[in-house]
């Protein structure tokens, strides 16, 4: 009788844990989807989304600044060395005035002042310094400036005819305008 009350207290629970798993999936498949959950999921990638692209544009904004900070700096290193660059000019026409007026090509001091001329041009020609060409071209007004004209047919028109004093120019910038004779 023992047996036979405990194989009915068995079966009892069975049933009943039957009827709980029943239960339980009735009112899973009759309750609505958790739209709350899907919400707050969609609102999260969403946000998640709005973040990375706010990520994105200020590394693409940051790489950007460095670049334009990195041009800004070379610029102002051309102009400061253009500036520079500038001041000795006069320096430079001094000694090819020198060179010119000294009568005596064999003396020391010739010598002297041509060798001082031309350890400043090599210095010029590594510093990037560029001496514009001016006679027999053709007048350009970024590199040349006019101060005399001259009627002359056996030129051809707009010809630089003669330099009075030598134009520079540093990278792509010109120093000092070639100051020119042109035939018209």
Same mark, same amino acid.
């Given at each position: 009788?023992?047996?036979?009350?405990?194989?009915?207290?068995?079966?009892?629970?069975?049933?009943?844990?039957?009827?709980?798993?029943?239960?339980?999936?009735?009112?899973?498949?009759?309750?609505?989807?958790?739209?709350?959950?899907?919400?707050?999921? @969609? *609102?999260?990638?969403?946000? &998640?989304? /709005?973040?990375?692209?706010?990520?994105?544009? =200020?590394?693409?904004?940051? $790489? !950007?600044?460095?670049?334009?900070?990195?041009? @800004? *700096?070379?610029?102002?290193? &051309?102009? /400061?060395a253009a500036d520079a660059?500038?001041? =000795?000019?006069?320096?430079? $026409? !001094?000694?090819?005035?020198?060179?010119?007026?000294?009568?005596?090509?064999?003396?020391?001091?010739?010598?002297?002042?041509?060798?001082?001329?031309?350890?400043?041009?090599?210095?010029?020609?590594?510093?990037?310094?560029?001496?514009?060409?001016?006679?027999?071209?053709?007048?350009?007004?970024?590199?040349?400036?006019?101060?005399?004209?001259?009627?002359?047919?056996?030129?051809?028109?707009?010809?630089?005819?003669?330099?009075?004093?030598?134009?520079?120019?540093?990278?792509?910038?010109?120093?000092?305008?070639?100051?020119?004779?042109?035939?018209?």
């Amino acid at each position: 009788m023992l047996a036979d009350k405990e194989k009915k207290n068995l079966k009892d629970e069975e049933l009943k844990a039957e009827e709980n798993a029943e239960n339980a999936e009735n009112s899973e498949a009759n309750e609505p989807a958790p739209e709350p959950e899907t919400n707050e999921l @969609e *609102k999260a990638k969403e946000e &998640i989304n /709005a973040l990375n692209d706010k990520y994105l544009r =200020l590394c693409a904004e940051y $790489d !950007n600044f460095k670049k334009r900070t990195a041009r @800004e *700096k070379e610029a102002i290193y &051309i102009d /400061a060395a253009a500036d520079a660059i500038k001041e =000795l000019l006069p320096v430079m $026409d !001094n000694l090819e005035r020198a060179i010119g007026s000294i009568s005596d090509k064999e003396s020391d001091i010739y010598k002297g002042v041509e060798m001082v001329y031309k350890q400043t041009e090599e210095i010029f020609k590594k510093l990037g310094v560029c001496e514009t060409k001016a006679v027999g071209e053709e007048f350009n007004p970024e590199l040349h400036n006019a101060v005399m004209h001259i009627e002359d047919e056996n030129v051809t028109e707009n010809t630089v005819v003669e330099e009075f004093q030598k134009g520079y120019t540093y990278k792509d910038k010109v120093l000092r305008y070639s100051m020119v004779k042109v035939a018209n």
